[in-house]
């Protein structure tokens, strides 16, 4: 059976939204697509490195006409370095920089914790089996899977202060100032020549940090469950190209953050997103452009949140992706 040039193009998404929830997915020119926000379930080839880049600009709506302090914008950037360590295990180390930028133009910059990511790739075929060295592309239409499992490290800064010498508002720090860890699930199936279906799942939970200004903070839960379609639009084997569109629904549940012990109000909640975009491959590079906006939400509070997940106008993602 004719066999997948495992020198086909490779697109890899990672995800840093609210708290750093990663997302994981590689494409070829033949064979299954990958979403932008949803987690693909396909694994590197063993002994090559990705080399990717995020950035995803947020605007946020309002609540109040007065300047107080409501987040107005935030901009993230982040950096992965990931390895095939074999057929059926990746590793990826991501690190993420954010801009968070409040009314007046006050706000932070700089790297935010590291983050150490494991996944494991299998599939259905006839029972369940590691993903082997090789596949027909007959092989790449069974159900295929991975789990991940990942740990951010607190090597961030978290004392950030203002001009007054006071620490910024926890969540504007540069640190979760603990670990937090997250385990998630993939399913893909691919149909035909040119659709894909993915489904993902993930649980992230942080562990109380500690501030020098005697404060503690425990940011909430997260709890995600994604769904998307990728359609090729365009391939062309000689030229090494391909087109993708994809269309996804990306659900987050959040829990509320506890300070100093106390849940905290207007924190938490629901909120369903969709997300359209486009991915281009070319030989050894992909890159992707997306929108994801809010479509329903269900806040705690939700007339007191501000500069949180639900209250986007739109997100605008780009990502850019290297092969070697």
Not at 17 to 29: D, P, Y
């Amino acid at each position: 059976m004719k066999k997948l040039i495992l020198t086909s193009l490779l697109g890899g998404t990672t995800l840093f939204a609210h708290h750093g929830v990663a997302s994981l997915g590689i494409a070829g020119l033949e064979g299954p697509g990958a979403p932008l926000e949803t987690t693909s379930s396909a694994v590197l080839p063993e002994g090559k490195f990705l080399a990717y880049m995020r950035a995803e600009h947020i605007s946020y709506t309002l609540n109040t006409a007065a300047i107080d302090g409501e987040m107005e914008k935030h901009e993230y950037f982040s950096y992965v370095l990931g390895y095939g360590v074999n057929s059926y295990f990746d590793v990826y180390l991501s690190l993420p920089y954010f801009t968070k930028m409040q009314e007046g133009s006050e706000g932070t910059s700089g790297f935010h914790d590291l983050k150490v990511s494991g996944v494991l790739g299998f599939k259905y075929d006839d029972g369940f089996m590691l993903t082997p060295q090789s596949e027909s592309l007959d092989d790449l239409e069974d159900w295929h899977f991975t789990a991940m499992l990942s740990m951010s490290i607190p090597t961030g800064n978290k004392e950030v202060k203002n001009v007054d010498g006071t620490l910024y508002d926890y969540g504007m720090q540069h640190s979760f100032s603990a670990p937090s860890t997250m385990f998630g699930l993939s399913a893909t199936k691919w149909f035909g020549e040119n659709a894909t279906i993915v489904f993902d799942s993930s649980y992230n939970t942080f562990f109380e940090g500690s501030y020098s200004d005697g404060g503690t903070m425990e940011f909430g839960d997260e709890i995600r469950f994604n769904t998307a379609l990728s359609y090729k639009l365009y391939s062309n084997l000689e030229k090494k190209l391909r087109f993708d569109a994809t269309i996804e629904a990306n659900y987050l549940n959040l829990g509320r953050d506890v300070e100093n012990g106390i849940a905290q109000e207007a924190t938490g909640g629901e909120i369903l997103y969709t997300t359209v975009g486009a991915r281009v491959f070319y030989e050894n590079v992909s890159a992707t452009l997306g929108l994801k906006m809010p479509v329903w939400k269900e806040l705690n509070e939700e007339n007191l949140q501000q500069g949180a997940e639900g209250n986007e106008e739109y997100r605008v993602i780009f990502t850019f992706s290297v092969l070697f």
